[in-house]
């Protein structure tokens, strides 16, 4: 039994611009616009990209998040010519105490942090999103719960960063950075897990939280409840969707 990462999750105060703005950026669509959240998709049927939601949220960034998005470039020029379409969709550069560093640190227009990276091989096969980069106090820790979480295997792991990706491949990576501050105020982007069609969301619940996951919302939830909240052992909030077959 296990479940899935499925997308990565933004409050936003205006969900629809938000999600416009990562569409565009990325080449990606809008596979979902409803009130109550918008999802961008890559079009690919057969990678595995993970999704972005937007939700809606009523009060605006107010600190640096701890989960951000790391893009991929072919070259330098490519690179330059990614963070010029940012710019000119309403991205804006940002200073994070960055200094000499290869890639560029930017904002969308909500002031979620994300960085275009220079070329690398470790990223050539990866689409879009390189990596979907957090913050942790210790990253083997985190990179193990979230293996656990994912099914995906962790590939390394070092002093400063731990990675996990699926065994496939495809998509981006999920890596742990060690960050010293990384635990405070809530994060505006979190990640969802789904639970697979034959498996049973509350046993999924129980077995994350046997492999650390601290309960949020109290309880066992009823058979038609949509959602579980949990959080991480570094209490990154997460949510453990029901499939939509359920």
């Given at each position: 039994m296990s479940t899935r990462l499925a997308c990565v999750?933004?409050?936003s105060v205006e969900p629809r611009t938000a999600a416009r703005f990562w569409a565009e950026l990325l080449g990606?669509?809008?596979m979902v616009d409803r009130p109550e959240g918008v999802d961008v998709a890559a079009p690919d049927p057969d990678g595995l990209?993970?999704?972005l939601t937007f939700l809606p949220s009523r009060h605006a960034k107010s600190a640096k998040n701890r989960i951000h998005l790391d893009?991929?470039?072919r070259s330098l020029d490519h690179?330059?010519?990614q963070v010029d379409r940012a710019l000119s969709l309403g991205a804006r550069r940002l200073d994070i105490g960055q200094d000499g560093v290869p890639w560029t640190v930017l904002a969308d227009p909500e002031g979620n942090e994300f960085c275009v990276l220079e070329p690398r091989e470790h990223y050539v096969d990866t689409g879009a999103v390189a990596a979907i980069v957090v913050d942790t106090q210790d990253p083997l820790r985190l990179a193990r719960f979230w293996s656990a979480a994912s099914g995906w295997p962790v590939t390394?792991?070092?002093?400063r960063y731990a990675g996990i990706r699926s065994a496939t491949g495809q998509g981006p990576w999920l890596e742990f950075l060690r960050t010293p501050a990384a635990i405070g105020e809530r994060s505006r982007l979190h990640l969802d897990l789904i639970a697979f069609p034959s498996d049973d969301p509350?046993?999924?619940a129980a077995r994350?939280?046997?492999a650390g996951a601290l309960p949020i919302s109290p309880g066992t939830p009823p058979a038609h409840t949509p959602v579980v909240v949990l959080a991480d052992p570094e209490t990154n909030e997460f949510c453990l969707l029901r499939s939509a077959s359920d």
């Open positions: 999750v933004f409050d990606w669509e809008v990209d993970v999704a893009l991929s470039s690179q330059r010519v390394h792991d070092c002093a509350a046993e999924e994350l939280r046997a």
